[in-house]
């Protein structure tokens, strides 16, 4: 499959998204970048998931931009630079609040640490100062 081909299978699909939902484009791009972070992050368990979930998320969003380039060249109708950028912010502005945000969020094993703390903390907390 050639470049022109995919540009071309990339917009009829997104066209289709958009006719079939009805939906906006910008939505459209809200909902595919939130989509794709939330995927990558779940299934990225690990230390820098946020991270790699954003650079999905970013791959996607210039990758998309540069399919519709690539097809509005072979249209002949290509959009002004500003209608480009405008759709990657659109695509990776939630995900990058997420990722913001989400560092402050504690992991699962800092709240399992916490709740074990507390429970110490109870009646056995001064037992080892106890002399026997």
């Known amino acids: 499959m050639t470049l022109i081909q995919l540009a071309a299978l990339f917009q009829e699909q997104k066209l289709w998204f958009v006719t079939t939902s009805e ?12 989509a794709l972070f939330l995927v990558v992050r779940f299934a990225w368990r690990w230390r820098g998931g946020w991270f790699v979930a954003w650079l999905a998320v970013l791959a996607m969003a210039l990758g998309g931009e540069w399919l519709d380039i690539v097809n509005e060249t072979r249209n002949s109708a290509l959009q002004p630079d500003a209608a480009h950028w405008h759709d990657i912010r659109n695509t990776i502005f939630w995900p990058t609040v997420l990722a913001l945000v989400g560092r402050w969020f504690p992991r699962g094993e800092r709240i399992a640490a916490g709740a074990e703390k507390r429970q110490r903390s109870g009646d056995y907390a001064e037992r080892s100062l106890e002399q026997t």
């Open 23 to 34: 939906l906006s484009k910008d939505a459209l791009h809200i909902y595919f970048g939130l």
